[in-house]
């Protein structure tokens, strides 16, 4: 895999700040955010904030150049986070070879009863990614993310594009051509298949100036397409897709994140993600989505529900 840098520009969040976010917060239905959910994430100190990080991505002349531009804006917007303890593990049977633990997480968070998805909203197009973070106990890590006018419209080009377009050739065709290489590769990505999403599904984390030096030369500011390094799953419905990233599947990822996790109520960590352009037609690239982890308290995960209180359709 080839090897990239990556240079951000990040803000801190101070305490001084804290007040107006709270201010901020009284207004979240006008601003979109998901409310009123079961295992939510409070926005603020010891939850989570919106990510100010400007991105340097894959710019238009990047195969040739190697040169990297500042992203525009992302294609989905945070709008809420989950934190849920995964359901206990079955005890060791004598005799019997004990099964890892990422067997007994829970996947496809848009089936469960709990989860924050709004099912009835047709009209919009959601990202949810789930963290599956081991641990004791094991946790997941649920962010949801609202698709832009521009990054729906990419998305379900196929399906609400009417207008008659001539082509070049002076035949007609039911849609115009998408004509950003985002809109082309976003819209590929959201019907692709394990290997296409797995080779290009990038991770850019970034750490607060104020993190410890181990931490930051553990996480590192470097892309990885994590779907070649850990087990990912992925789900489609009506209105969203969903990612889920098994960080046991690794043993180098489950060690980096229990670093961090004894650490994370002091840690603010900035975490975006992109599709990686790999053909001309692809580039420039642009931010999927980001956020910012502002000293999650992972002992504040509260266990699932009894399996029997659970839905598994969408």
Request: aromatic share 8%; charged share 25%; with cysteine.
């Amino acid at each position: 895999m080839e090897t990239e840098t990556t240079n951000t520009t990040t803000t801190t969040t101070t305490s001084s700040e804290t007040t107006e976010i709270e201010a901020e917060m009284e207004n979240c239905k006008l601003t979109g955010f998901l409310e009123d959910f079961m295992f939510q994430v409070p926005r603020g100190p010891g939850g989570w904030d919106m990510s100010e990080v400007v991105y340097q991505v894959r710019g238009p002349t990047y195969l040739k150049s190697k040169k990297k531009t500042p992203s525009m804006a992302p294609l989905f917007e945070f709008v809420g986070l989950q934190m849920a303890q995964i359901p206990d593990q079955p005890k060791a049977v004598k005799g019997k070879k004990a099964e890892p633990a990422s067997s007994f997480k829970t996947t496809h968070i848009a089936t469960e009863s709990w989860s924050a998805l709004p099912r009835d909203d047709l009209q919009n197009e959601y990202l949810i990614v789930n963290y599956i973070v081991p641990g004791t106990p094991g946790v997941q890590v649920v962010m949801y993310f609202r698709a832009t006018e521009e990054a729906r419209d990419a998305i379900r080009h196929d399906q609400e594009s009417t207008e008659k377009f001539t082509s070049p050739n002076g035949k007609a065709t039911e849609t115009p051509p998408l004509q950003e290489g985002w809109q082309s590769i976003l819209h590929q990505f959201w019907q692709a298949d394990q290997t296409y999403c797995d080779a290009r599904f990038k991770v850019i984390p970034c750490m607060d100036k104020t993190a410890p030096w181990a931490v930051k030369m553990a996480v590192g500011e470097k892309p990885a397409l994590v779907g070649k390094k850990l087990q990912q799953f992925y789900f489609r419905g009506p209105n969203y897709f969903e990612v889920d990233m098994d960080i046991a599947s690794s043993s180098t990822a489950a060690r980096i994140l229990s670093l961090v996790r004894s650490l994370s109520t002091s840690l603010i960590v900035d975490v975006g993600v992109t599709i990686e352009a790999t053909g001309v037609t692809e580039l420039p690239e642009r931010m999927l989505c980001q956020c910012r982890l502002w000293g999650l308290d992972f002992k504040n995960a509260v266990p699932h529900p009894p399996t029997e209180m659970r839905s598994h359709t969408c």
